[in-house]
């Protein structure tokens, strides 16, 4: 009667630890790639902003961000170049709230008030807060807002601003 017991309470703890399991959802099973494009930037500036992103575990991802001035008598920046990394809080698979670091190589007009085409290449690093939400056919939706100091000089360009509301894919 022993072994009985023993055996039926051996096998309800494992079928509890199985339940416990994180869901598997289609959009997680070997797909560690995402592109994104940025259209709070296409839309409400001249950027056009694209995005890399590899994830690297359920928790932490790193990427590259490319933003392009289609209009540089629009605003003085010119173009940035933005490696970064993010780590996830949530209980699903790289989705959720994050924060991540960042760094900027980024060209940008030192006189905001005058746009002459005068570039200068400045590099700045930041920390970014953000929500990412992922579809069951692997469409992405992210939110994102930070900012970054200017570590090269001390111009009208101190701070780097990241925001976007981006629109992507995970395969």
Partial sequence: MKKLIFALALSFL??????????????????KTEFKINVLTLIAGPWLDVSYERLIDEESSYGLAVTYNTNTNESSLNYAITPYYRRYFSGKFARGFFIEGFGALFSANEDAFF????????????????GKFVSKKGFTTELLLGIGRNLVRNTNYEGFPRIGISVGYRF
Avoid at 14 to 31: G, L, N, R, V, W
């Fill in 115 to 130: 746009y002459n085409n005068d570039f200068e290449t400045n590099f700045a690093m930041g920390v970014s807060v953000g």
């Fill in 14 to 31: 494992t079928h509890c630890f199985m339940a416990q399991e994180k869901e598997e959802f289609p959009q997680d099973i070997d797909k």
